[in-house]
């Protein structure tokens, strides 16, 4: 049953197969504060299945879908969550998008090099820098009919942006990027009231993905202890918290892990 309805909106990018963190964080933000959900995706069957979810919880969800993630089709999404919703205000914005990549340095190939360049390098330095511009231009933006300024922007990072580790040569380059980028956009935006915050996943998310990549690492079942995996409605928690912050004590970065985990 979702919260009552508010014209607030939460942005997410990074919806996979619609089972992982962004899902959490969709579903999460409509129950527990009725924000109108925007779900910002490539054309997937999932993503219009997680919509259709969370609006027969009594939510309200669209999917904006783009071609590509890149700087023209970042902008067309936010212009396109403008006109469905334009009575609305865009108050926070989470930025979930990435691709892992676990390889080791002497066996990379030029197609690995390409894919992490696509996803982690371009997604990070062109639609990531897009995503965020148009959320703190609607952050920013005047107010109207009581509305008040600012917003908070959530970008999900990894271990490997606070060091590069084995085999992961290709993945850290981008999530080095990302963490620098929202420490310069906190550092000028703060005070015109943008709560920027980076959040590093140090640890294995359970979803069906990670079963079947790693469902045997550690014996069987290890994905099943709560203190070796997190979960995507648990980060999601993390994220309502980060975004209720009030601006005397925000948080700027963040990381978690399950309590086994080593660090």
Known sequence: MAAAASKSIVAVSGL???????????RLFSAQLGYRVALISRPRKE?????????????????????????????KVFEDIKSTWPDGRLK????????????????????DIELSVQINMQANFVAATAFAQESVKQFVAPERDGETKGGTLI??????????????G???????????LSQSIAREYGPQGVHVSFVVIDGTIKTKRTSIMFGKKFGENWLEDPEMAMTGEQIAK??????????GAWTLEMDLRPAKEKF
């Open 170 to 180: 290709a993945f850290a380059a981008g999530k080095h990027g990302l963490r620098a």
């Open 47 to 75: 993503i219009n299945d997680l919509a259709a979810d969370i609006k027969a919880h009594g939510g309200v969800a669209e999917v904006f879908s783009l071609d590509a993630y890149n700087h023209a089709c970042i902008k």
């Open 92 to 111: 926070c914005s989470v930025w979930n998008t990435g691709q892992w990549s676990n390889i080791p340095f002497l066996d990379i190939k030029q197609s």
């Open 16 to 26: 996979g197969n619609g089972v992982g963190t962004g899902a959490a964080v969709a």
């Open 238 to 247: 993390c994220y309502l918290y980060l975004h209720q912050q009030e601006p």
């Open 155 to 168: 970008m999900t990072g990894a271990t490997s942006a606070w060091r590069g580790s084995h085999s992961f």
